[in-house]
């Protein structure tokens, strides 16, 4: 249930920054609490169309950015279909335009890299040009893996005007990206066992009758 989160070109430099102890009254105590409940929301969920799109909504405020859209992976193919409205007009902009077009990956593209290394393909990193912020016209932006087993279904991507992207930013969206993973493995896992309950009879009365 792995995500791999990746920085725009405009500031490469992801080297690692000493984290602040987790008390109580810390920002990184503040932020975990508020990605719990974000992760609380996620579960209540009744569909994965639900819940991509209760994600997409949530993410923008969870990770500071201002606009953000989860892009389900369809073959080479990257698609908001099954992604319902979003209640943020600038995000759904981006869900609309994405809807609007068929939109592939190329080999070596920042997307086709993602998903590749995220899926245990050996190699190092060959990112070059970004096909979603080819289409949805990118500033600062973040993509990670949405990976509930081990092949991605789909990224999340957001993006702001600035400040740049830093590292603290890339790590809030690696745990949103995991946290959203993981709640796609247990909805599909209750939606599995909710049919087959429904498939399943009723057992034969066995109880002895007088």
Do not use: N
């Not at 984290?19 to 609380?40: I, K, N, Q």
């Not at 579960?43 to 991509?52: F, G, H, K, R």
């Not at 990118?138 to 990224?155: G, H, I, Q, W």
Request: proline letters at 8%.
């Amino acid at each position: 249930m792995s995500a791999l989160a990746t920085r725009t070109s405009h500031d490469p430099d992801t080297s690692a920054v000493t984290p602040e102890l987790a008390s109580p009254r810390s920002p990184m105590f503040e932020g975990s609490r508020a990605m719990l409940a974000v992760h609380r929301r996620l579960d209540s969920s009744e569909s994965i169309p639900e819940l991509l799109t209760r994600a997409s909504d949530a993410a923008p405020e969870a990770c500071g950015f201002s606009r953000a859209l989860v892009v389900r992976v369809d073959d080479q193919v990257l698609t908001t279909d099954g992604v319902g409205a979003l209640s943020d007009p600038v995000s759904d902009v981006m869900r609309r335009r994405l809807l609007a077009q068929t939109v592939c990956m190329r080999p070596g593209t920042m997307e086709a890299d993602i998903i590749r290394i995220a899926e245990g393909a050996r190699g190092e990193s060959r990112q070059t040009t970004s096909v979603l912020d080819a289409v949805l016209g990118l500033d600062e932006f973040v993509v990670a893996a949405v990976m509930p087993e081990d092949r991605v279904l789909a990224l999340i991507v957001l993006d702001r005007g600035g400040p740049p992207v830093g590292p603290g930013d890339v790590d809030k969206v690696y745990v949103f990206a995991h946290l959203l993973g993981c709640s796609v493995a247990r909805l599909a896992m209750r939606l599995r066992m909710s049919e087959f309950a429904a498939e399943t009879p009723p057992p034969d009365d066995q109880t002895p009758r007088r």
